[in-house]
């Protein structure tokens, strides 16, 4: 399989937005040897073991384990409970939404092409409920999805999820119906699998949560809901290929790194917004939101200096912001750059068979077809916000596939990579959200939190002057 994805970036140059607001090729060319030095430098940390996200397109054994496991329950069950959060849910919602049918759960049994798939991510008691309610529970599958095996989202809805099941089926038949993705041998619900003899697959060590959507933890409920996973890992395995070249202006993760990161420290471009013309990639600029956030916004630099890096990622969906925020993208402080994704052949086509008579102004409407009009009005948005001298870019996919969506993922990991090489942050882990994490156990009364329950504890001497009732 070949890389399909053709990137469009003139319109965040100089030359199509100016000095002021584009990046010019003078600035990607000297950027280019630290590029190609960093290249240098993840291709020998993938060689001694590190970096593995890069090889997961590689794991033919883990997919053949998948879709056995996939096919041995065949028909088995009515509806799938994906129970993680983060790196742990993201990136299977990102590949259901692109690439099943958008109303999935609603098919007959016979079209679905495997159970209904929902989703508890948020301890939200009014959708757990919900959704437990909904499912017909003797024939549920739970996958709990977690790697460090302990986050208090996930394994508080698990074990609201496994006490509904164990009421419904019994204790010995609800384990059964359980599966863990988790670390393959640490944590709190490894222990809690091995104890009760879940079936379980790994999320791979040294892979951090985000990067984990071509393994088993986005993998397996892909192949539950029929998607082509093969056709997944060879399109990443098609990207990653032609990501070998060192050269900035002809590596389309670096590219787009060096545009991204440029446009923010030389061109005040502090927020990156995605914008795909195709309501099946809305899942992905969501997946993406995660990745260039969680992984960029650092407090230190490498040699430990405070420099709070990172770009704020923004989620839109084309056409429909046209509507909403393109006035201010348009308008509104010129902060931003903007990633368009356009689609040369949906997968349907939806024509307008006829207007109706005596409104000439609908005329133009006679025949059109819905695909060429979105496509057309991602075009018309580029232009316009060339205009207004906001740098933007375009990629184009030939059509919404595996192999793209793929592409898309291993794209944007290694673009994230080298985004991190130029921010000079670590792009892996995430002591920001671990705070969090440690202060809700503290809060919730884990045993070991004490100390920090305490500090959190303290109520500070004038928090009623502040407080509006
Ligand atoms: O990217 C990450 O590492 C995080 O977003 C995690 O995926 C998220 O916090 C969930 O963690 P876990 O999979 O350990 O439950």
């Known amino acids: 399989m070949q890389s399909r994805l053709v990137i469009d970036y003139r319109n965040a140059t100089d030359v199509a937005v100016g ?13 280019a040897p630290k590029v190609a030095a960093e290249h240098g430098r993840i291709l020998a940390e993938r060689a001694a073991g590190d970096q593995r996200w890069m090889n997961l397109p590689d794991d033919h054994a883990l997919v053949e384990a998948i879709l056995a496991f996939v096919d041995s329950v065949k028909g088995r069950y009515s509806d799938y409970v994906l129970i993680g959060i983060g790196g742990s849910s993201l990136g299977a919602i990102a ?6 049918h958008p109303y999935r759960n609603l098919l007959p049994a016979g079209k679905r092409g495997g159970p209904r798939l929902f989703v508890l991510d948020n301890p939200d008691p009014e959708k757990v409920k919900a959704t437990l309610e909904l499912c017909d529970l003797p024939n549920t599958l739970v996958n709990v999805i977690t790697k460090s095996g302990q986050t208090a989202e996930t394994m508080a809805n698990f074990l609201v999820a496994k006490q509904t ?26 222990q809690l699998a091995d104890a009760e003899g879940y079936t379980t697959f790994p999320v791979p060590p040294g892979v951090d949560g985000r990067q984990t959507v071509l393994s088993a933890v986005g993998l397996l409920p892909a192949a539950f809901c029929g998607i082509d996973i093969r056709g997944m890992l060879d399109g990443a395995a098609a990207m990653r290929e032609r990501c070998m070249t060192p050269e900035v202006l002809e590596n389309p993760a670096y590219l787009l790194a060096a545009i991204s990161v440029l446009a923010d420290q030389q061109r005040g471009k502090r927020m990156l917004v995605t914008m795909p013309y195709a309501d099946a ?42 509507h909403s925020q393109i006035q201010l993208y348009t308008e509104g402080p010129n902060d931003k750059l ?44 580029a232009w316009a916000l060339t205009q207004a001298k906001r740098p933007n870019f375009t990629i184009t996919v030939p059509t919404i596939d595996a192999g793209i969506i793929g592409e898309f993922f291993y794209l944007y990991q290694l673009q994230t990579v080298m985004g991190g090489a130029l921010y000079n942050v670590m792009p892996f ?18 045993s070991g939190y004490e100390k920090l329950k305490a500090e959190l504890s303290v109520v500070p001497a004038d928090a009623e002057r502040f407080r509006l009732s």
């Not at 590949?95 to 099943?100: D, E, G, N, R, S």
């Not at 059964?176 to 709190?188: E, S």
């Open 19 to 31: 000095t002021e607001h584009g990046v010019s090729l003078a600035m990607l060319n000297a950027v």
């Open 95 to 100: 590949t259901i939404m692109a690439l099943a």
């Open 165 to 190: 099941l164990e009421a419904a089926v019994g204790k010995e038949r609800a384990s059964k119906q359980i599966v863990a993705t988790t670390d393959p041998k640490d944590g709190l619900l490894r």
């Open 281 to 322: 990639l809305f899942g992905i600029t969501d997946w993406f939101r995660q990745l260039w956030a969680e992984s960029l916004g650092k407090r230190l630099s490498l040699d430990g200096k405070e420099v709070f890096a990172g770009q704020t990622p923004i989620k839109a969906l084309g056409a429909i912001d046209q």
């Open 338 to 381: 903007i990633s368009l994704i356009a689609v040369d052949q949906y997968r349907d086509t939806v024509t307008v068979e006829s207007v109706p008579a005596g409104i000439p102004d609908l005329d133009y409407l006679k025949g059109a077809e819905l695909g060429q009009l979105l496509d057309r009005e991602c075009l018309a948005t």
């Open 429 to 446: 882990g995430q002591p920001g959200v671990e705070a969090g994490k440690n202060a809700t156990y503290a809060l919730m009364g884990r």
